[in-house]
């Protein structure tokens, strides 16, 4: 073994050394502001943008809202099963919820009554909501993607299969792209004006 190799072996060895204790110093515990128990497994969260507000999805049925300032949630929702996702817009005004009941749900921030639901036939395993809360994209295991405009009242604009379970979905902030990605290997790109993938 060389002299220049055990020279550069001890160096560096004695710069991991400082940068690890650097580290351990400069390292503090961190408490978190709040926390609180759910009836069962935490799903998912979401939180707006301006960090004000954080939706739950949880096993134990329920979606849930709280304001970044309290432990006490502003409301909550019991549906009929497992709560897989939840989404928020931006500005934490529209709550949308994707269930194992079938169902997918948008709420106001102001009242767990929602403003609707729709049954899409299968688990909602994955939703996305755009940043004014508008549109909603929606993906189920019964190998659709939905898209939903807030204000039709739980109809949907578009719907298309694909050829497995919709696991991921996601729409741009100004709701006019949606990435999918599906159990049967593929992404697609959607334009929000048509079912036609763009690719």
């Not at 019991?78 to 931006?90: F, L």
């Not at 996601?170 to 006019?176: L, M, P, T, Y």
């Amino acid at each position: 073994m060389s002299a220049h190799f055990i020279k550069m072996t001890v160096a560096c060895l004695l710069v991991l050394g400082v940068a690890l204790i650097f580290v351990s110093e400069g390292a503090e515990a961190i408490d978190p502001e709040w926390s609180y128990e759910t009836g069962d497994n935490v799903l998912n969260v979401a939180v707006s943008a301006d960090g004000e507000y954080i939706a739950v999805g949880s096993e134990d049925d329920k979606v849930y809202l709280f304001d970044k300032d309290s432990s006490t949630p502003l409301w909550s929702y019991t549906t009929g099963d497992w709560v897989n996702t939840v989404a928020i817009s931006a500005d934490g005004e529209f709550v949308a919820a994707g269930s194992a009941d079938n169902k997918v749900y948008l709420f106001d921030k102001d009242s767990n009554t929602p403003l609707w639901s729709h049954d899409a036939q299968g688990d909602i395993l994955s939703l996305d909501i755009s940043a004014d809360g508008q549109y909603i994209v929606v993906g189920s295991t019964t190998h659709y993607v939905y898209l939903f405009n807030k204000d039709d009242n739980g109809g949907y604009s578009w719907a298309y299969s694909v050829g497995g379970d919709v696991n991921s979905v996601s729409i741009s902030a100004d709701g006019e792209y949606i990435a999918v990605g599906s159990e049967d290997n593929k992404v697609y790109l959607f334009d929000k004006d048509s079912s036609t993938p763009l690719w």
